[in-house]
């Protein structure tokens, strides 16, 4: 055929005409029996040009639908970027006014695909189906988030309407009833940030139904960016419901608060986060703190010690390798904070109970609300936020507040005139210099301190625990309950004593290795633990000396355990785990490293293979992992895993190389 031949329009109607002549020429020389044949195929032919001219009108109006639609989709996406920007500059009332005018032009989109999706010719001929889903999906899961927008204005506007008749732009500049109006706020800002957390939540499932599919392929991975962004602020959404609670019980709103707060000396790790060699009680009301005074610990417990009135016994490692007797100062020693802080608040009411006279410095013996632990990086965090802060003419900031500190109590309280009895008092000096720049900083700052809050509880360097069991269970989904996870997984936990070894946990290197392998009778786990003493004999450090136990999923089968002085590894059930445990001794300038092999509980073996794997690490608050490392391999192939970036060999096996700044999860599907 010719070129030409090429370009000549197709004529439907000179078509169809002839296709009539030849039907009826076929018709009337063709026995009746093609009758039925020949009616079906002018039928058929009619229908398919109908259908085919039908087809073509239609595209022309979807096409302009979807351009309408789209145009109408980025009117509304620009608005609730407007209503963004807006937050962003605390104008509140233009973000309420944006906001709602993309819900409009989201509802409208969304109406508009659903007619589309519910037209009949549409439903036949289901092109673009998926592009169509997608598009609603993304434009219902927009309307969501807006409407979670239109909730963070509603409470902004009620947060500014308090802040703008201060006297001041910062907390500690609020009088008492601006305080107590601000925590009311905040405390009655529940329902509604529960509100903005479940249309979150509404908008993530939206999002993670777009497949990314056809039109939509080359924007698959910005797509699934906006996932993993989406999953992380409905996390967020949900910490600032319960933060929405918690804070106000914190600060005595609606009713007084009083906690026991343990300063924690990580330098000298203890199960829950360190030595507990200062102790505070913290007295709050309506957003004002009313007392905070902090002492020695040694000042409940010394008294006791020379008159042997007080006779506790103690966990077998403490009477074995510390001291005979059980007081106050070594109270945290289930790694457990709830357990242990239970543990410590009897501790405080026994002793403070048979002190007398001038011994009796605390002149509170009521119940607490709670307890509270920090260690040293939670105030370093502070400070990295405020700046240094200056006592007694000496300056403390975030790089020397641990060693000078320590050394002020240790070594420095003799020359300063101050007897051993006085000499934590600076610590309480110290802090209410942090408390008084904290509660100045202006409240534009607030976010970045609500971050820092998050980081540390993130990294165990704050724990909570309150004797109402509704605040106690808020503060465990908050993450900063401290408790003993209860997962129905794979789990490990190595939780290192120091037992009058000094200061030396600031100078100990520690790493964890953990390979799994899978074989024919079940899953076998090797457990590498490497510690290094980098310390010189001062009056900080010295051989390091730790009771250590391993937490393992209850029923695992230990094979071998090497690395323990003094006696073989003991192994018994504790808090739902099989622990390994025993004494390890690091001389200075040295390394050793404990060994543990084990099988996985047969249990376990069977929910991997129906489930995949999971493992969970659990962090001990205040130990410092340098590394760590997690080796998998399976006899089967890996179909996913989780976190990315694990190195993958022959397909069986999955490397991760990590730390333990955190608690850590991974995941394998086969």
Do not use: C
Not at 42 to 67: E, M, N, P, T
Not at 83 to 100: E, G, H, P, R, T
Not at 403 to 410: S, T
């Amino acid at each position: 055929m010719s070129q030409k031949h090429y370009k000549k329009k197709i004529n439907f109607l000179e078509g169809h005409n002839k296709i009539e002549n030849l039907s009826d020429h076929i018709f009337s020389t063709h026995k009746k029996k093609r009758i039925v044949f020949l009616v079906v195929w002018k039928i058929f032919w009619r229908v398919a040009l109908g259908l085919i001219i039908l087809f073509l009108v239609f595209s022309g109006i979807a096409l302009l639908k979807y351009k309408n639609l789209i145009n109408l989709g980025y009117t509304g996406a620009n608005a609730m970027k407007s209503a963004i920007n807006s937050a962003y500059q605390k104008d509140f009332s233009n973000m309420l006014v944006q906001s709602q005018l993309a819900s409009q032009d989201f509802d409208e989109v969304t109406t508009g695909l659903d007619q589309i999706q519910n037209d009949p010719i549409f439903k036949i001929t289901r092109v673009g189906s998926s592009e169509i889903a997608d598009l609603k999906n993304i434009f219902q899961g927009s309307a969501a988030l807006n409407k979670s927008l239109i909730g963070v204005a509603t409470i902004g506007q009620e947060f500014q309407n308090v802040m703008s008749g201060s006297a001041g732009s910062n907390f500690g500049q609020f009088s008492v009833e601006e305080k107590q109006h601000l925590l009311k706020t905040l405390y009655e800002a529940g329902p509604e940030l529960n509100g903005i957390k479940a249309n979150l939540e509404i908008a993530s499932m939206d999002i993670n139904q777009i497949s990314g599919n056809g039109l939509f392929f080359p924007f698959k991975t910005k797509i699934n960016e906006v996932k993993a962004q989406l999953k992380s602020i409905v996390g967020f959404s949900d910490q600032a419901v319960i933060a929405s609670q918690i804070v106000p019980a914190i600060f005595g709103y609606p009713q007084k608060s009083t906690f026991l707060v343990m300063l924690e000396n990580s330098d000298e790790l203890r199960p829950t986060g360190g030595f507990l060699g200062t102790y505070g009680i913290l007295q709050t009301s309506n957003g004002d703190i009313t007392r905070f005074d902090t002492h020695d610990i040694y000042h409940m417990d010394m008294p006791l010690e020379a008159n042997k009135s007080f006779n506790v016994t103690p966990p077998e490692p403490i009477a074995k390798y510390l001291n005979k007797k059980w007081y106050f100062r070594d109270a945290n020693w289930s790694p457990d904070w709830p357990r242990s802080a239970d543990q410590i608040e009897w501790f405080y009411k026994q002793e403070n109970s048979l002190l007398t006279g001038k011994n009796q410095i605390n002149n509170f013996s009521d119940d607490f609300t709670g307890v509270i632990a920090v260690t040293p990086n939670f105030v370093k965090s502070i400070l990295e936020l405020v700046g240094p802060v200056y006592v007694n003419g000496e300056e403390y900031n975030k790089d020397n507040f641990s060693n000078f500190l320590e050394y002020k109590v240790e070594q420095d309280f003799s020359n300063q005139d101050v007897s051993s009895w006085q000499r934590k008092e600076i610590i309480g000096a110290v802090l209410e210099q942090v408390k008084i720049k904290l509660f100045n900083l202006n409240y534009g700052q607030w976010i970045t301190a609500f971050k820092k809050l998050n980081d540390n509880i993130s990294q165990k360097n704050i724990l909570t625990y309150f004797n109402s069991p509704a605040l106690e269970e808020l503060a465990k989904n908050l993450q900063v309950g401290g408790e003993i996870k209860n997962v129905d997984s794979d789990y490990l936990m190595v939780v290192d004593s120091n037992m009058a070894a000094l200061k030396t946990d600031s100078v100990m290197d520690k790493n964890i290795s953990y390979t799994l392998e899978e074989k024919t009778d079940g899953f076998y786990a090797k457990l590498k633990v490497d510690y290094k003493n980098n310390g010189k004999k001062d009056w900080r450090t010295d051989d390091y000396k730790s009771y250590t136990r391993i937490y393992l999923p209850e029923g695992s089968e230990i094979t071998k355990a090497t690395g323990f002085v003094y006696e073989p590894a003991k192994t018994y059930d504790e808090l739902g785990k099989t622990v390994v445990g025993g004494f390890i001794i690091v001389r200075l300038g040295q390394s050793i490293s404990l060994n543990i092999e084990y099988k996985l509980p047969p249990t376990l073996a069977e929910k991997i293979k129906s489930n995949g794997y999971n493992l969970y690490i659990q962090k001990q608050p205040g130990n410092n992992i340098k590394s760590l490392k997690v080796d998998v391999s399976s006899l089967n192939k890996l179909n996913s895993y989780d976190p990315l970036g694990a190195e993958i060999k022959n397909g069986k096996e999955a490397i991760w190389n990590s730390n333990l700044d955190i608690d850590r999860e991974f995941k394998i599907n086969f």
